[in-house]
């Protein structure tokens, strides 16, 4: 297949989740032989190639031009109240409407470039994908990986999840990340005949234990001051109400009262950062919970896995969790929300001989506490959950399982 995709994040430019994910799927549906352009955000110097093969694979980027000084005139008051925000959803309407243009005028028309899908992820990319659908007849595949309600827990923008769900109407499909997301989007009047689920995956190459050198697991614990006889509990995210990670802090007093030799380790950047801080001097925590106000890369990354005894994720709002995936492959125990709209209930084994991890109220910091207590209070009981925990992203969660489902949900619409 010839794919046209739409993604606000993609290398080297990549802010979360959905940049892995995008990197990962079109790298690997180039090794499976198909055809993959890309067109993503430039940077704000307009630094960036605007067009480049990496990878096997075709990137646009298109120069931003500045529209502030129309934007007041033309946006609602929704986007108003965003206040400097208006700069990010005016780069956004440049991104999405210029790459559509460069799709249809330059690549087909002058190029006589022909494309079987074209594929735009988050309302970040919506508009850009609904252009091109109007304009070129193309099958459309809108993903989407979380919706505004469910990240702001419902105090989020209006016009956004308008463009979520215009955009979901006119799609020929919806490609979502869990059954949890499917029932939301569902509820939120998305046609329910177009919703899909694929989910995420990781690489089990890339995040093997068995790569990883003793002193590199050595120099990370040594970082945060961690013992070889002391428990690291680890959080890795972005440092937003949705992830739990205050509840997480609050649940190390139950924590410490069974495990006294456990120490939390956050790494992630975010707006909670010296709310964070703050509740951790309050909570006289200090000794316990360490920080890392950084967006690591992916190296340093699997080694913070690699160095951790249990990874915890209390997210209240969690439409997959590839961060839950990615220390399974690690082969490490996980403690994960499971209330609400949880990707990771279905990823996460809670019970029975396959199981991986803990599913946990994530509101409930004692029943956090559980989790933890429950997963390392016998080292061989931590390690099997770990062992389960690789196997079950081998048989299910590889990203070459995870390309060839989406390259046969794509074949649906172009063959419709």
């Known amino acids: 297949m010839k ?40 940077d704000d110097a307009g630094s960036m190639p605007t067009r480049e093969i990496w990878r096997g694979i075709e990137i646009h980027r298109p120069l931003h031009i500045d529209i502030s000084d129309s934007l007041p005139d033309v946006i609602s008051e929704d986007i108003k109240k965003w206040g400097r925000g208006q700069q990010l959803f005016g780069k956004l309407m440049v991104y999405n409407y210029l790459s559509a243009a460069k799709l249809i005028n330059e690549l087909i028309k002058h190029e006589g470039m022909k494309y079987d899908v074209v594929v735009a992820h988050d309302w970040l990319s919506a508009m850009g994908g609904t252009t091109v659908k109007r304009e070129s007849g193309l099958p459309f595949a809108f993903h989407v990986h979380s919706t505004e309600k469910g990240r702001t827990m419902g105090t989020g923008s209006g016009v956004v999840s308008n463009i979520e769900l215009r955009t979901g109407k006119m799609a020929d499909m919806v490609v979502t990340v869990s059954y949890a997301m499917k029932d939301e989007l569902i509820g939120l009047g998305f046609p329910k005949e177009k919703i899909q689920v694929s989910y995420n995956g990781v690489d089990p190459q890339k995040y093997n234990p068995e790569h990883i050198a003793k002193q590199d697991v050595a120099r990370i614990r040594a970082k945060y001051g961690i013992k070889d006889d002391e428990y690291m509990l680890l959080f890795i995210g972005r440092l937003v109400g949705v992830k739990g990670v205050d509840k997480l802090i609050l649940a190390m007093p139950h924590i410490l009262s069974k495990l006294p030799q ?23 925590m200090g000794d316990y919970v360490k920080f890392c106000f950084d967006f690591i890369p992916e190296e340093e990354r699997i080694l913070h896995y690699a160095a951790c005894d249990i990874a915890v994720f209390p997210s209240f709002y969690e439409p997959f969790g590839i961060v839950a995936l990615e220390a399974m492959s690690m082969e490490k125990p996980v403690v994960v929300g499971a209330a ?43 390690k099997k ?26 074949e649906t619409i172009a063959k419709r």
């Not at 290398?11 to 993503?40: C, Q, S, W």
């Not at 969660?397 to 995870?402: C, D, L, P, V």
């Open 3 to 42: 794919i046209a995709v739409f993604v606000y994040e993609y290398p080297p430019k990549i802010v979360g989740g959905l940049g892995t994910y995008a990197a990962e799927i079109t790298r690997k549906f180039v090794l499976n032989d198909h055809d993959v352009t890309v067109f993503t955000m430039n």
């Open 262 to 284: 456990a120490k939390l380790v956050i790494v992630g950047v975010g707006d909670l950062q010296e709310y964070l801080t703050n509740l951790t001097q309050i909570t006289k």
């Open 340 to 382: 609400g709209v949880s990707g990771m209930r279905e990823i996460v084994i809670c019970c029975g001989p396959e199981q991986c991890g803990y599913h946990i109220d994530p509101h409930n910091p004692s029943d956090i506490a559980w989790g933890v207590i429950s997963t390392l209070e016998t080292d061989n009981w931590a």
């Open 385 to 410: 959950l770990g062992k389960n925990g690789r196997k079950r992203v081998l048989t299910e969660f590889t990203w070459n399982k995870i390309a060839e489902k989406t390259v046969n949900l794509y």
